[in-house]
């Protein structure tokens, strides 16, 4: 199946599905989501995995077993290369594209900041966010609201060292361009710019930690 991009029909499935987000409609609205996100999404991932690696897409279906939020399914269609962390995602909204270090926790974590600590492979970081920053990535991920414990308040890096989770993300509204072939290339250009960040982390923290 050859791409040639997310039609209306995709954005309008998942404001449907923000609207009612049950069994009924989905069920009602199956079709339109394998023939509008899901064919096309696994078809742009076909033209991504030459140069990225195998790239899993993501159950449509939520875990609901640990969370207060029972919605059944998720309000996206996501996918990440297994390489390096490379996300890529479909919703109401528009699309987006994400890398970094999503699940840091234990071991990983520890190594995250020993990792920020460290001269080298912390300013390396700085350099690599700025750079990302520069190109018009946004720097998100969650922090703790004070210093982790046994380092200074004062150390260079301390709002690094703050982060549970650290990636870059952009997104874009839904556009007539999304409708098109240029879709591949916004999204394979994204990649490239933060494949470093990726890299970065798996020679300091380890491989990736994928979820569900």
């Given at each position: 199946?050859?791409?040639?991009?997310?039609?209306?029909?995709?954005?309008?499935?998942?404001?449907?599905?923000?609207?009612?987000?049950?069994?009924?409609?989905?069920?009602?609205?199956?079709?339109r989501?394998?023939r509008?996100?899901?064919?096309?999404?696994?078809?742009?991932?076909?033209?991504?995995?030459?140069?990225?690696?195998e790239?899993?897409?993501?159950r449509?279906?939520?875990?609901?077993?640990?969370?207060?939020?029972?919605?059944?399914?998720?309000?996206?269609?996501?996918?990440?290369?297994?390489?390096?962390?490379?996300?890529?995602?479909?919703?109401?909204?528009?699309?987006?594209?994400?890398?970094?270090?999503?699940?840091?926790?234990?071991?990983?974590?520890?190594?995250?900041?020993?990792?920020?600590?460290?001269?080298?492979s912390?300013?390396?970081?700085?350099?690599?966010?700025?750079?990302?920053?520069?190109?018009?990535?946004?720097?998100?991920?969650e922090?703790?609201?004070?210093?982790?414990?046994?380092?200074?308040?004062d150390?260079?890096?301390?709002?690094?060292?703050?982060?549970?989770?650290?990636?870059?993300?952009?997104?874009?509204?839904?556009?007539?361009?999304?409708?098109?072939?240029?879709?591949?290339?916004?999204?394979r250009?994204?990649?490239?710019?933060?494949?470093?960040?990726?890299?970065?982390?798996?020679?300091?923290?380890?491989?990736?930690?994928?979820?569900?």
């Open positions: 199946m050859s791409f040639d991009g997310f039609d209306e029909e995709a954005f309008a499935f998942y404001e449907g599905l923000l609207a009612d987000n049950s069994k009924d409609y989905w069920t009602a609205n199956k079709e989501y394998e509008h996100v899901r064919g096309p999404m696994l078809a742009l991932l076909d033209e991504l995995e030459p140069e990225f690696g790239i899993k897409l993501f449509p279906y939520r875990d609901v077993r640990f969370s207060k939020d029972k919605t059944p399914y998720k309000d996206h269609q996501g996918a990440i290369a297994h390489d390096n962390p490379l996300y890529v995602e479909i919703d109401a909204d528009g699309m987006a594209v994400a890398g970094g270090m999503y699940s840091m926790q234990g071991e990983r974590l520890k190594r995250f900041r020993a990792a920020v600590h460290a001269p080298a912390g300013k390396a970081l700085e350099a690599l966010l700025d750079d990302l920053e520069k190109a018009g990535m946004e720097i998100a991920g922090t703790l609201k004070t210093r982790p414990r046994g380092f200074d308040a150390h260079p890096r301390i709002d690094l060292l703050r982060h549970t989770r650290l990636y870059a993300r952009q997104g874009w509204p839904a556009e007539a361009w999304m409708g098109t072939h240029e879709v591949v290339d916004r999204v250009d994204a990649w490239r710019l933060l494949s470093p960040l990726g890299e970065w982390a798996g020679e300091h923290i380890g491989p990736p930690d994928f979820g569900r």
